[in-house]
Structure formats: structure tokens, C-alpha cells
């Protein structure tokens, strides 16, 4: 890649950086959720604070267990964060059940997360090899409670299916996803386009109501994309918490994410995680 790596400002030594707070699940395996978002964040020189919403029993292979942190727990974990430390930008994933996504409601309404602080709402609804993450009943929970606080939803193609029944399969029916989510509420969607396979770019739709973005990088063949989109919110939140406007803050997030994916490594015997350890490199 001829272009200079994505990056933001880094703190020097003892000063305090900017942070991000993400409230995900915990992924045994290293790959995705809370794990994948500390790792991006920490490489892009911010300080990551995590509210975890249920721990995974999880592998390369898929999803054997979950337990979920009670919704009182969750919320105050984030109320704990933001009152003291205080976050330039939330990121939510796997939020697991609908007591959990109403006590975050009720929370985030009360710290101004979604209308003075930014918030990045990745619609998790399962893991990259199709177990589920969260049950039925939350799915519209987190539509109608949260879908309407984001700043930012990044839903993936299989996310559009459920919320909308709406098939991706090109750029019309990828802008006309963007649109119909936009009704439900966030001020910015992005249909993020990792899992139209066959094609030889991976492109992502940026819509606000008015205008569509194309995002587009070339696809990498690989099937270890474990992760891929909690390294493109987390980035995204990231810049966000710089003070980035959100065309701005995805862009990096997609240059971010497209590293990561082509630098992506086997593990285990299912699905690879995406790496930012390339930054270590230089
Ligand atoms: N094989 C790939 N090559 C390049 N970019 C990819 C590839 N797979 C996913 N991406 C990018 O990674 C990000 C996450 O996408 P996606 O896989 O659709 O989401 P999720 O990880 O939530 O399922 C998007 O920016 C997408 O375009
Ligand atoms: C705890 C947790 N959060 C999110 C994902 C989704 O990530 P992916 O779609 O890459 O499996 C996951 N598998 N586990």
C-alpha cells in the first residue's frame, strides 16, 4: 500500500490521551468484541476503557457459551467511565440482551452519549461463523432504543438482512439499505460491504439522510476476517474522540480496517482474526 499508514494525533509520554469507551462482550478467543477494540484503540494511542456486557466461550472455530453481565452492572460500568475519567466517544458491540440495551438507554441518556459525546452503534447480532449473539427480542429492543441515539450505525450486510429483510447484492440495493436504516434513526449509517464476496472491492456506504459515500478498497481473499468490523468502529470512535467529523472518522476507519484485513493471520481452525499489529512496524 503506497498511501502513509492511517493515524492520529500521539500522546507523549505522560500526558493524558484522548479515550474511548467501548461497551462489548468479551471473545475468549482474542479475535473480535472488546479484545479487537482494545488492540485498535491502544494502537492508535488512545486510552481504551471497556464496560463488558457478557463474557463469550469463544475459539477461531465459533460460540460455545455465553454468560451475560447483569443490565445494572453494565450501566454502571459506564456511568463509573464517563464520570470520572470522562470519553471523547462510545463504541457499543454485542450488548447481548434487552435489559442490558434498556438500562444502556437509560444511561447513556443521562451522560449525553449519543448527543454531546458520539456514539458508534455496531449492531452485533452474531459471530462471523453465524452463532448468535444477543436473542430475538433485542434485536428490536436495540432498534427501537438505541438505533435513534447513534451517531454512527455500522451495520454488516447479514445485520441489514435482519433489521431491514432488505438483500444486498449491489450498489442500489446497498444505498437503498443505507436509506431505510437511516429511518430508523442515526444521524449517519455505513452498510459495511465485507461480506459481498464476490466482488473484487470491498465497499462501504456511507449515508446521512441527504448524500451517499462510497468507500471502496480493494478485497483481500482471505477468510480470517474475525474482528473486521470492530476494527473499523473502533478506529472510526477513535477519531470521533478527536473531534473528526464523521466522514472524516469513517474514512480513517475504513483505511484502518482495510490493513488490518489484508494483514490478517491464521488461528486456530476456523476464522482468522484481522491485525493491526502491523502498526507495531512502523
Ligand atoms: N476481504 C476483505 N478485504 C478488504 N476489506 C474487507 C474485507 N472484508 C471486510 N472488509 C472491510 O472490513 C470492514 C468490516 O466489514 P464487514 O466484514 O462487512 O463487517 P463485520 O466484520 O462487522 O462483519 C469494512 O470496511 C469492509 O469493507
Ligand atoms: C464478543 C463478540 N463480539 C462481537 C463479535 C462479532 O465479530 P465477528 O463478526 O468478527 O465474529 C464476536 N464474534 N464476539
Same mark, same amino acid.
Given at each position: 500500500m503506497s498511501a502513509p499508514p492511517p493515524s492520529l494525533p500521539l500522546p507523549l509520554p505522560g500526558d493524558t490521551p484522548v479515550r474511548v469507551l467501548t461497551v462489548a462482550g468479551s471473545d475468549s478467543g482474542g479475535g473480535a468484541g472488546m479484545q479487537a477494540d482494545l488492540r485498535t484503540i491502544a494502537l492508535l494511542g488512545v486510552h481504551g476503557c471497556a464496560a463488558v456486557t457478557a463474557v463469550t466461550v469463544q475459539?477461531? @472455530? &465459533? @460460540?460455545?457459551?455465553?454468560?451475560? @453481565?447483569?443490565?445494572?452492572?453494565?450501566?454502571?460500568?459506564?456511568?463509573?467511565?464517563?464520570?470520572?475519567?470522562? @470519553?471523547?466517544?462510545?463504541?457499543t458491540g454485542m450488548l447481548a440482551s434487552s435489559a442490558i440495551i434498556e438500562a444502556l438507554e437509560e444511561v447513556f441518556g443521562e451522560l449525553g452519549i449519543g448527543s454531546r459525546v458520539p456514539l458508534v452503534l455496531d449492531p452485533v447480532a452474531a459471530s462471523v461463523g453465524g452463532d448468535p449473539l444477543f436473542s430475538g427480542s433485542a434485536q428490536d429492543t436495540l432498534r427501537d432504543r438505541l438505533f435513534p441515539l447513534a451517531t454512527l450505525l455500522t451495520p454488516n450486510l447479514d445485520e441489514v438482512r435482519l433489521f431491514t429483510g432488505i438483500d444486498v447484492v449491489d &450498489?442500489?440495493?446497498?444505498?437503498?439499505?443505507?436509506?431505510?436504516?437511516? &429511518?430508523?434513526g442515526p444521524r449517519w449509517v455505513l452498510v459495511k460491504g465485507g461480506h459481498l464476496r464476490s466482488s473484487p472491492v470491498s465497499t462501504d456506504v456511507l449515508h446521512d439522510g441527504t448524500s451517499f459515500t462510497e468507500l471502496t478498497a480493494p478485497r483481500t481473499p482471505t477468510t480470517n476476517d474475525h474482528g473486521a468490523g470492530d476494527c473499523l468502529g473502533a478506529a472510526t470512535a477513535c477519531a470521533l474522540a478527536h473531534g473528526w467529523s464523521v466522514p472524516e472518522a469513517v474514512a480513517l476507519g475504513k483505511e484502518w480496517a482495510t490493513r488490518c484485513v489484508a494483514a490478517a493471520y491464521p488461528l486456530g481452525a476456523g476464522h482468522g482474526p484481522v491485525s493491526p499489529l502491523w502498526r507495531l512496524l512502523g
Open positions: 475459539n477461531t @472455530v &465459533g @460460540v460455545s457459551g455465553v454468560h451475560e @453481565v447483569p443490565a445494572a452492572t453494565v450501566a454502571a460500568q459506564v456511568r463509573a467511565v464517563v464520570t470520572d475519567i470522562g @470519553v471523547g466517544a462510545v463504541k &450498489g442500489a440495493s446497498q444505498r437503498e439499505a443505507a436509506r431505510v436504516l437511516h &429511518g430508523l
